[in-house]
């Protein structure tokens, strides 16, 4: 295997121009820095819908580059995951060998199980050691995982098992929500039961804190026991294009889109990333605070850091509570932090609970470098409060699932530049990032648009959606010809800066977590009192954002009360995509604003929720309705946690 490490110094200016004016030469230089068992034929191909391919030919195990390589280039025994559970008391470290070791056991059981090259695996777990082995594991073999956020309900989960028709689930016992344990046998026959698609098996994680027992279950297979009996697999040489996993995540209707990642692109923008955008070398800590249900954690609590061999932190904990508002700051003292990712959401949290940083001061956080940001618009407040609590830079950077990472940042790892509170900074390399107006047409600084990339996409983004092309070409292509589209709205300023002001479909943001509120409508609109709703997100002070439900009774059920009302639907949509939704209030309107053609005017009645300025459509049916939502709002006090 060979590999190449020649560093060039450079300003971001020039690494800038070089990936986008030559592209090829860029990625080919990138792609030198991985071991490949074969080095790709080509650098840049087109598939065959005319979307761009990254290093065809090669051949790779992404396993082997997060794992093995290390052990055999002088870090077996250098820390590569430690585990810190102030929510279940225990802390673990594995060293790059013991994670090697686990994971290639691990790897054996799926093969005796029946997994190959290009089997689907589902992960349900909660942040435990196991998740990023599971992961890791799939990898080994070839297979493609796809994992689903633990926080999902079991309907959730069964629409993904549906898609993705895995050959096995690897699940545990329990997650545990500050003191409150989740007993996840009853979500997984759930879901089980629900999909149309049964797995043949699921691997099942005894976790201490909630011993559960699946003896007589012929679903279930004892992780403990399959692992002790295992023998360890080698990687096994997979193509660059080979998928490496299906991550699902909110579009506008309630079909999730599921993601689709390769192993040759993923690894070398994994590699480059960490380098170049988070400046973290090998054998530094690196923690990102999310969870491996969500690309973050797919990307910056697994691949990025390992590949780049540096030591990785997986928490089970939240910024709160787990056991107050210093957890951050002891992990950072305690591990030896040197760069951090986490989401506005928890320094919100923080910062509530310890406006004056008191806890700040109670430890030692010397050895952080950088906090980065990212997950939802960063407002100005929690940025502040954390540039000037913790004195290091403080990076806004901007990606998506789809991205897989950052599109936009503050380059700390070739140059840092400037910090404009407010913006997500300067494009990555490998991203032309422009601000279009309708037309397609690019604007100059200053003016508002829709967000999108000029293509190719540089390595390591979406190929296209799990079976289903047509949609992916919808979706992102199609909008504006030669662009990927984001789904979010923003400008630029005369610097080039960028500020990423939200999205402009129904996507929304809740604690950093991506929903749909299409999606919810759907659910909403089953009730079988309802004539017709809107689901809104708008602004919470602690959330960023939560949703807020709309309705029309049917005129048979205009007598239901408001509170019965919001009772049903709060529970329904807790028991069709989870709490993590956090819909919990609604408020019963006569009429919803429509324009003369029908469409529903969900923007504005966030305008008015929010409590913003706003201009009545032109397009408007009746004008009266938004005094009379904004009325009906307010005998509600929905819209008053407004940041
Ligand atoms: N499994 C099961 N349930 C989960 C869950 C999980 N993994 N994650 C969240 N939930 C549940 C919570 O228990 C809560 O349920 P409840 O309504 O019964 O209390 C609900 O979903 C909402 O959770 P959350 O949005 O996390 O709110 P919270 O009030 O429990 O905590 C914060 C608030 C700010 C502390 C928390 O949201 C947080 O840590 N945010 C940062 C998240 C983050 O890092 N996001 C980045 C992803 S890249
Ligand atoms: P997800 O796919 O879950 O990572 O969510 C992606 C969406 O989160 C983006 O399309 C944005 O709407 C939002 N987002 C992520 N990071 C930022 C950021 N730094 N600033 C503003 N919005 C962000």
Known sequence: MSTSNTEVTATYQEVYQQSIQNPEDFWRNEAEKIAWYEFPKQILSQNTHGYAQWYEGGMLNTSYLALDYHIENGRAEQLALIYDSPASGVKMQ???RELRDEVARLAGVL???????????????PMMPQAAMAML????????????????APHELAVRIDDAQPKVLLSASCGIEFDKVIPYKPLLDKAVAQAEHKPTAILFFERETYPQSIEGEDLYKDWASAVAQAQPVDPVPVESTHPLYIIYTSGTTGKPKGIVRDNGGHAVAMRFSMDKIYGAKPGEVFWAASDVGWVVGHSYIVYSPLISGCTTVLFEGKPIRTPDAGTFWRMIEEHKVSVMFTAPTAIRAIRKEDAEGELIKKYDISSLRTLFVAGERCDPATLEWSLEKLKIPVIDHWWQTESGWAMLANPAGIELKEIKIGSSALPVPGYQVEVLDPMGNVLGPNEEGAIAIKLPLPPGTLCTLWQNNERFVDAYLKRY?????????????????????????????????????????????GHKAVAECAVIGIADSLKGQVPVGLIVLKNESKDMSEEALEKDLVHLIREKIGAVACFKRISIVERLPKTRSGKILRKVMRHIADGEDFQTPSTIDDPAILDEIQDRLKVRKIGEANL
Not at 111 to 125: L, T
Not at 137 to 152: E, M, P, T, Y
């Open 481 to 525: 010809e030669g662009y990927y589209l984001a789904g979010d709205g923003g400008y630029r300023d005369e610097d080039n800066y960028f500020y990423i002001m939200g999205r402009i479909d129904d996507v929304i943001n809740v604690s950093g977590h991506r929903l749909s509120t299409g999606e919810m409508e759907e659910i909403v609109a």
């Open 111 to 125: 093969k005796s199980m029946g997994v190959e090259k290009g089997d689907r695996v589902v992960i349900y777990m």
């Open 94 to 96: 594995y060293t790059f």
């Open 137 to 152: 594991a799939c990898a080994r073999l070839g297979a493609i995982h796809s994992v689903v956020f633990g926080g999902f």
